[in-house]
């Protein structure tokens, strides 16, 4: 269950809030918040890396999208306007690799009266947003696409790395997708064989057969 488990959750207080960039139709704005570790106690005081979240005083999440030795750079993606300065404020890391993005219930008590109601609305909806997404899977050239290893790590189209006995588990859904000219993809209405290891009965890979002829496209896979 340890995956579950924040290993980033640290209070600081939003020092010399600056605005980088002015928000437009397609662009939220950008903020540079310093930040210093107030807890020696809390869990990876200090650490803080592309991907994580700030979360303000008034509990609206911004995420780090730049990180520099005393300063983080945070995105307005919930154009909720600057983040509160001169309060406190955690850096954390979303559980289950940002799948879960909450902050510890007991660092509320650190923050505004409402922040725990306020930060429910955009941990909530991005919770079930995240169920896990569909992942597309591109391949090019294949004979006998599919997923070769379904427990080791892959690729997805938009490059991101994800597992998918761990995302997906033991009964995903696929799709398969044959491209017929540049950028003019069709469905092929077949199943994939799915084949079990004999020792813990998990799966083991996922191949659709098809005609032997070499195709490119892609596959969807979702719960």
């Known amino acids: 269950m340890e995956k579950y488990n924040q290993i980033v959750a640290w209070r600081t207080i939003a020092a010399n809030v600056v605005q980088l960039t002015i928000p ?3 662009d939220p704005a950008s903020y540079r918040i310093t930040v210093k570790p107030i807890d020696t106690n809390d869990k990876g005081q200090g650490l803080k ?9 008034l509990g609206i999440p911004f995420p780090i999208i730049d990180t520099d030795t005393n300063t983080i750079d945070v995105s307005d993606v919930f154009r909720q306007g600057c983040p509160s300065a001169g309060n406190n404020g955690y850096i954390h890391k979303s559980a289950y690799k940002g799948f879960s993005l909450y902050l510890p219930s ?6 505004h009266p409402t922040a725990l109601q306020t930060n429910n609305q955009y941990s909530m909806s991005i919770l079930w947003a995240n169920d896990p997404n569909a992942r597309r899977i ?3 050239n294949i004979d006998q696409p599919g ?3 379904y427990r080791a790590d892959l690729i997805d189209s938009n490059g ?10 033991q009964n995903p859904q696929f799709e398969i997708y044959q491209e017929l000219e540049s950028g003019v993809h069709a469905r092929i209405p077949i199943d994939p064989v799915i084949t079990k290891s004999l020792v813990d009965g998990l799966i083991d890979s996922v191949l659709f057969s098809g005609t032997g002829e070499e195709i490119t496209g892609y596959l969807i896979i979702k719960k």
């Open 24 to 26: 437009t139709v397609e």
């Open 49 to 57: 890396e592309i991907g994580d979240v700030f979360t303000d005083f």
């Open 106 to 111: 007991h660092a509320f008590k650190h923050l």
């Open 147 to 149: 997923i070769v290893d």
């Open 160 to 169: 991101a790395t994800f597992n998918p006995m761990e995302d997906y588990g």
């Open 138 to 140: 591109e391949f090019t």
